[in-house]
């Protein structure tokens, strides 16, 4: 099964650096003004599912995808009290606990959030049910995009860095579940910087 990821747009939180979440941010100026020019058809899959936060949605509208499953599996990872908040503000708050946040441990939980473990949970089982379809498209998040990388390259699914290249970029996976393969990675869809 061929599965293709759109990563959301830019977001004004993505600009300031700031940790998104499931905070409804918009989208900002200069990425919608560079997706009027992206037209993205998708005729050609069997399922388009869509992230239940607001700017993966807008950014499928600014896409001219008009229709979509939305499906919170596939949202980036609640942050809880990190939300909105810069790396030297959450350092701040407590920093030890930012260490093992920025360290992107398993179980780790953000008050008020979610581990990547418990994230993880909910794409698996996403990924589950996907495959029995030949394409599916999915507008999401960097998080979510970097555990199908993970999977696909036999990296450890938790440390180091997320690796979801930019915003608006595609990614396109093979996917014979539970093997995952890349096809191609990060494929701007719009000019870096706009």
């Known amino acids: ?12 939180f993505n600009l300031a650096r700031r940790w998104t979440g499931w905070t409804e941010d918009t989208l900002t100026r200069a990425q919608v003004d ?26 499928a509208r600014c896409l ?35 260490v093992s946040f920025t360290e992107w441990d398993r179980d780790f939980v953000p008050p008020g959030g979610e581990s990547r473990g418990m994230q993880l949970a909910k794409v698996v089982e996403w990924l589950s049910e996907v495959e029995e379809y030949e ?25 180091g860095r997320i690796l979801a290249g930019p915003n608006v970029a595609l ?5 014979d579940w539970p093997k995952i393969s890349i096809v191609r990675e990060f494929v701007p869809l719009v000019e870096e910087g706009k």
């Not at 388009?48 to 936060?53: E, H, I, Q, T």
């Not at 599996?73 to 930012?98: K, M, V």
Request: proline residues 4%; hydrophobic residues 40%; aromatic residues 10%.
């Open 1 to 12: 099964m061929r599965l293709d990821c759109i990563r959301h747009a830019q977001t004004t």
């Open 64 to 98: 001219g995808i008009s229709s979509w499953r939305e499906d919170a599996r596939i949202n980036e990872r609640d942050f809880g009290d990190y939300t909105g908040l810069t790396s030297a503000e959450c350092a701040t708050l407590d920093p030890a606990s930012f």
């Open 135 to 159: 394409s599916v498209l999915a507008v999401t998040h960097g998080g979510v995009i970097d555990f199908l990388y993970r999977m696909a390259t036999d990296l450890p699914m938790h440390g």
């Open 34 to 59: 560079a997706l009027r020019d992206v037209w993205f058809d998708p005729s050609p899959y069997d399922a388009v599912y869509c992230s239940a936060l607001k700017r993966a949605q807008d950014t």
């Open 171 to 175: 990614t396109t996976f093979e996917l």
